[in-house]
């Protein structure tokens, strides 16, 4: 399962680089119209027409809220933040891909994005280290605390779930068993309910409430 699910990676990562060398990412467009945009290069270029949850682009102070929200459709506007949240169904695997972008210059949002990457990039040697022997909720906790030593607070009340054929919903359950969630005490080697073993999305989300922007960054933390 895990090189299928690095491979369909591969091919979410693709449309994001093309998307920044045809310059999508700019101002003066609706969240929604950006949205779009990408649906449609994902078709053009690999005819993926089918995602296994909603796709997400919020900027500016929508990039505080999570996942299950559903803000207003926001204008893009210059030196905004804004960050993506798409999961591509490629010949039935899942990819899950989650990406910060800054519009100028601004250096706070900037660091905000500089330090969500870098927070996942720590919490990826951390989950390697120790994936055998910590639960869920221990990883949680550890993502919770590179936010606060970086000056930042986490955005979600979870730092990633299971991925893997779709739809994996369906046969696994939305239980908190399957997120990376404080309350959840599993281990993150303990198999899936069907026996096999679990593939992880690890995402971090990182806000400034008083300045109203957010961060994200996501993928496949397995190997």
């Not at 010949?91 to 601004?106: Q, S």
Request: negative net charge; glycine residues 6%.
């Amino acid at each position: 399962m895990i090189e299928q699910l690095i491979e369909a990676e591969k091919t979410a990562l693709a449309i994001f680089e093309e998307a920044e060398k045809r310059k999508y990412f700019v101002a003066g467009q609706l969240e929604s119209e950006l949205n779009n945009k990408l649906y449609q290069l994902a078709d053009e270029m690999f005819g993926i027409k089918k995602f296994w949850h909603k796709r997400i682009v919020r900027s500016g102070e929508n990039t505080l809220f999570p996942y299950r929200e559903n803000p207003k459709d926001l204008m893009i506007k210059d030196d905004d933040i804004l960050f993506f949240d798409f999961g591509p169904v490629i010949e039935d695997w899942e990819a899950d891909l989650g990406r910060t972008y800054v519009i100028g210059n601004d250096e706070l949002k900037l660091k905000l994005k500089n330090d969500v990457e870098e927070a996942w990039h720590l919490g990826k040697k951390y989950f390697d280290a120790n994936c055998n022997q910590i639960t869920c909720a221990q990883f949680h906790e550890y993502t919770k605390s590179l936010a606060e030593k970086m000056g930042w607070h986490f955005g979600n009340e979870h730092c990633g779930h299971l991925i893997g054929n779709f739809p994996h919903e369906q046969l696994l359950g939305d239980e908190l068993i399957n997120y990376f969630h404080h309350s959840n005490h599993s281990k993150i080697s303990d198999p899936d309910i069907l026996g096999n073993k679990r593939q992880w999305i690890y995402e971090v989300h990182f806000i400034d409430e008083s300045k109203r922007i957010g961060s994200f960054f996501e993928q496949l933390v397995s190997n």
